[in-house]
C-alpha cells in the first residue's frame, strides 16, 4: 500500500480507530504471508558491549549488570539443542562484544550452519571485511535496528556512534546479499509522530526484509530510567502501519511488547505480525541480558507461546521462514 507522510502521521495519531487498523493488518498479514508464524531461536550470548546507549541496560557504563560471554562451545552446543527443538533459524545476538573477532565467528557460523538451519546475526556494527566474511561463511540474515531516523536524537541517545555509519552498515548487509533485519523503537524521549512516520517510510526506502518495531522500556540503571517510554499501543499502531506498507515482509511481534502485556505477542501477531522468536537461553543468561525491565525470563520450553499461537487459529511454520518477495 501507498501512504504517504500526512497520511501516515494521521493514522498514527487515531487512537479512536486503533482496533480497525489492526484488523486491516491482520488481513493484510493474512493475504500475503498466510498463517504461519515462523519461529527463531534467539540466543543471547554475550552481554559485553563496547557502547553506551542511553537507554540499553546492558550499556557499557552500567557497572552494577554481571557481564557473561558464552564461549564457543556453549554457543555451538545451545544452537544445536535449538535446532533439535525445531528450530529452523537461529538468531545469534549480543552486544558489540569484539572478543567474537572474525575468525571466532566464522567458525562458529560454519559449525552452526551444519545442524540445517538458517543464521541471523544480531551483533551490531562491524567492517565490510567481516560482514563478507560472516556471509561467506553462511550467515543468512542480520538484524541491526536503525532505532530513529532523527538523527538529532539518534546522536544524543547513542553518544560516540554515527547515524550515517550505522545506515551505511546496513546498506553493505544489504549488497552482502543477506535477508536484511532493522527498526526502530517508539516512545524514545523527544520522539515525535512525525518522526515515527519518518522511520518507517525509511525502512521501506531501504527495501527491509524484516522491521522490528518495539516500545522503549526505561531500564532504571540508565540515564534514562525518569522517561515515560513507549506504549503498547503505539506500537501496535506502528507495526500496523509497517504492515501496510510492506504487505510481504517478515514481521516479529517483539518481546519488548509482551514486557508491556502479558499478551503484548499474541495482540502484535493480530496487528499483522508474523514472527516470533523465542529465547532459547538458560533463565540465568536471560536475566543478565536485561536491556529494558520486564523483558520476560521463561525459557521456550517453559512458555506456551505454541499452545497461545494455536490458539488463535494460527500454525507454526515449517520452513526457514524467509522473506518470500511478492513485488
Ligand atoms: N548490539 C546489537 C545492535 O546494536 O544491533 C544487538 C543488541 S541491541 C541490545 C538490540 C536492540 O535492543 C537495540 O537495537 C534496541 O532497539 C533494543 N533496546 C535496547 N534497550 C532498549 C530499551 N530500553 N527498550 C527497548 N528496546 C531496547
Given at each position: ?73 556453549e554457543l555451538i552446543s545451545t544452537a544445536e539443542k535449538a535446532a533439535q527443538m525445531g528450530f529452523k533459524t537461529i538468531v545469534m545476538q549480543s552486544g558489540e562484544d569484539m572478543y ?27 567492517t565490510y571485511e567481516e560482514y563478507k566474511a560472516f556471509r561467506e561463511a553462511g550467515a543468512d540474515r542480520y538484524l541491526m535496528r536503525i532505532e530513529t531516523t532523527d538523527k538529532d ?164 511454520g515449517k520452513g526457514y521462514g524467509a522473506h518470500q518477495r511478492k513485488n
Amino acid at each position: 500500500m501507498i501512504l504517504n507522510k500526512k497520511e501516515i502521521i494521521r493514522i498514527l495519531s487515531d487512537e479512536r480507530r486503533e482496533q480497525q487498523l489492526w484488523q486491516k493488518a491482520n488481513k493484510v498479514r493474512q493475504e500475503n504471508v498466510g498463517d504461519d508464524v515462523h519461529l527463531r531461536g534467539l540466543i543471547e550470548f554475550s552481554n559485553i558491549c563496547r557502547n553506551n546507549c542511553m537507554y540499553c541496560g546492558i550499556r557499557k557504563d552500567n557497572k552494577t549488570i554481571c557481564r557473561y560471554r558464552m564461549s564457543e562451545e556453549e554457543l555451538i552446543s545451545t544452537a544445536e539443542k535449538a535446532a533439535q527443538m525445531g528450530f529452523k533459524t537461529i538468531v545469534m545476538q549480543s552486544g558489540e562484544d569484539m572478543y567474537y573477532n572474525k575468525e571466532r565467528l566464522c567458525r562458529i557460523i560454519e559449525k552452526i550452519k551444519k545442524f540445517d538451519v538458517a543464521i541471523t546475526l544480531s551483533i551490531g556494527e562491524r567492517t565490510y571485511e567481516e560482514y563478507k566474511a560472516f556471509r561467506e561463511a553462511g550467515a543468512d540474515r542480520y538484524l541491526m535496528r536503525i532505532e530513529t531516523t532523527d538523527k538529532d536524537l539518534y546522536h544524543k541517545l547513542d553518544p560516540n556512534m554515527s547515524w550515517q555509519h550505522r545506515y551505511e552498515c546496513l546498506l553493505m548487509i544489504k549488497e552482502l546479499g543477506y535477508e536484511l533485519g532493522s527498526g526502530i523503537m517508539v516512545g524514545l524521549p523527544e520522539q515525535s509522530i512525525e518522526s515515527i512516520a519518518d522511520d518507517l517510510l525509511f525502512l521501506k526506502d531501504i527495501s527491509v526484509d524484516m522491521a522490528g518495531i518495539g516500545p522503549f522500556i526505561p531500564h532504571p540503571q540508565t540515564p534514562l530510567a525518569k522517561e515515560t517510554g513507549g506504549t503498547l499501543e503505539l506500537s501496535l499502531r506502528t507495526m500496523a502501519v509497517m504492515r501496510l506498507l510492506m504487505p510481504d515482509i517478515n514481521i516479529p511481534a517483539t518481546t519488548a511488547m509482551e514486557s508491556l502485556h502479558p499478551q503484548g505477542r499474541i495482540k502484535a501477531l493480530q496487528a499483522g505480525a508474523n514472527v516470533v522468536m523465542p529465547n532459547v537461553n538458560s533463565v540465568e543468561y536471560m536475566k543478565l541480558y536485561e536491556l529494558y525491565p520486564h523483558k520476560p525470563t521463561q525459557g521456550f520450553s517453559q512458555s506456551d507461546i505454541v499452545k497461545k499461537i494455536e490458539s488463535i487459529g494460527r500454525c507454526i511454520g515449517k520452513g526457514y521462514g524467509a522473506h518470500q518477495r511478492k513485488n
